[in-house]
């Protein structure tokens, strides 16, 4: 490249005046974000907390492997169970969290399926401990592809049960759609959970999106990246209020539980937060719901949830001959944290109907006559 680059110059003063003009709008927007929240939060944690001692760390004490994909990003993953049990469970994590928003899965199905079932947990792209990669390729069409680099390094062989919570979710409809020959034969069920097959626009949260002030942000995260990381603060300021807003429906709700939630969602790398925004208000995989029609599935979701709010369930559901429909009463958008129980039925309803010898059905059946009656 020549010394003498005429469009240097323009492009840092394009850059400071992206970064100026999302830092002027995001006092505007944060009020926007405040009144929302406001209006549909009240008091959301409680003094009584069950899950006080719980230890929201375990899977980080689980089998550990690294997978790279072909653009070169390492995503974490870690598994439990037998590595040749006769189903894997593989599950994707939604926006701003990680693998550990699958907490009470992994530790309460561990004990319900037994040795019959393995199951798989990673990172996604830019979150959690895997690898941060360019804004470009945070798009749900590159979650599906990640979603394959995972199943063929971690799950070579035997049939696979897919789960996805709000974004994982659209990763797996994304695979659908990119991969539908694996659909009937390797993977044999599936399950969406608080997720949408279209965009967010018209949620709360895309309501944010429209604002001139994030789009300059979102300038700022592929060209001025390091103003970004001095105002990470205020971009957060604009999104974080939606997402705790969202996460829960029930004034109730454990307050190590919320911490937790917080916690990986401040963990989120803010050009990963960004990027990903975008993403979500354009995604359209609907494609994908004629290959999922060839598969059990469950769609499950919180009538309380302001991001991807039921009618995106109820929709998805009936474009699905065989699918099972939970909606969880009082509960937001983390509903799998929330509401666990719910969530867990479902997916053991799911690898039940999923799971041809029905294997795992008899192990809980002789199990359950097992267990010593009150």
């Known amino acids: 490249m020549s010394g003498n680059d005429t469009h240097g110059p323009h492009r840092r003063r394009a850059g400071r005046a992206g970064w100026l003009a999302g830092a002027a709008g995001l006092?505007?927007?944060?009020?926007?974000?405040?009144?929302?929240?406001?209006?549909?939060?009240?008091?959301?944690?409680?003094?009584?907390?069950?899950?006080?001692?719980?230890?929201?760390?375990?899977?980080?004490?689980?089998?550990?492997?690294?997978?790279?994909?072909?653009?070169?990003?390492?995503?974490?993953?870690?598994?439990?169970?037998?590595?040749?049990?006769?189903?894997?469970?593989?599950?994707?994590?939604?926006?701003?969290?990680?693998?550990?928003?699958?907490?009470?899965?992994?530790?309460r199905l561990t004990e319900e399926w037994g040795s019959q079932v393995r199951m798989t947990f990673y990172d996604q792209r830019g979150h959690g401990q895997s690898g941060e990669a360019s804004p470009d390729t945070y798009t749900v069409p590159q979650l599906g592809m990640d979603l394959e680099t995972v199943l063929r390094a971690m799950v070579p062989r035997g049939p696979i049960v897919l789960v996805g919570h709000s974004m994982g979710g659209m990763a797996v409809l994304s695979h659908a759609r990119?991969?539908?020959?694996?659909?009937?034969?390797?993977?044999?069920?599936?399950?969406?959970?608080?997720?949408?097959?279209?965009?967010?626009?018209?949620?709360?949260?895309?309501?944010?999106?429209?604002?001139?002030?994030?789009?300059?942000?979102?300038?700022?995260?592929?060209?001025?990246?390091?103003?970004?990381?001095r105002g990470r603060g205020a971009a957060r300021s604009v999104i974080g209020p939606i997402l705790r807003a969202a996460s829960y429906g029930n004034e109730r709700i454990s307050p190590s539980v919320v911490a937790f939630s917080e916690e990986m969602m401040h963990d989120t790398p803010i050009a990963t937060m960004v990027g990903f925004l975008h993403a979500l208000e354009v995604h359209d995989e609907s494609a994908a719901l004629p290959t999922l029609s060839k598969i059990p599935t469950l769609?499950?979701?919180?009538?309380?949830?302001?991001?991807?709010?039921?009618?995106k369930s109820r929709a998805m559901a009936a474009a699905l001959w065989d699918s099972d429909l939970v909606i969880v009463p009082r509960a937001g958008h983390l509903v799998q944290l929330e509401e666990p129980d719910a969530i867990n039925d479902g997916l053991v309803r799911l690898v039940e109907r999923?799971?041809?010898?029905?294997?795992?059905?008899?192990?809980?059946?002789?199990?359950?006559?097992?267990?010593?009656?009150?």
């Open 354 to 374: 999923a799971t041809p010898n029905k294997l795992v059905a008899l192990t809980r059946r002789l199990r359950d006559r097992a267990r010593p009656r009150a």
């Open 299 to 311: 769609i499950a979701c919180g009538d309380h949830d302001l991001l991807t709010p039921e009618g």
């Open 27 to 107: 006092s505007a927007v944060a009020t926007i974000a405040g009144i929302s929240a406001a209006r549909s939060m009240t008091r959301r944690t409680t003094t009584e907390d069950p899950y006080a001692d719980e230890d929201f760390e375990m899977l980080d004490g689980d089998r550990s492997s690294v997978v790279t994909t072909p653009d070169g990003v390492p995503l974490a993953v870690r598994d439990v169970g037998p590595q040749d049990a006769r189903l894997t469970v593989v599950f994707a994590h939604g926006f701003c969290h990680r693998m550990g928003s699958f907490h009470f899965q992994r530790a």
């Open 178 to 229: 990119q991969y539908p020959q694996q659909y009937g034969r390797r993977i044999v069920g599936a399950a969406l959970i608080s997720s949408a097959a279209k965009g967010v626009s018209r949620s709360p949260l895309g309501e944010i999106l429209k604002n001139p002030a994030l789009e300059a942000v979102e300038f700022s995260v592929r060209y001025a990246p390091k103003l970004v990381h």
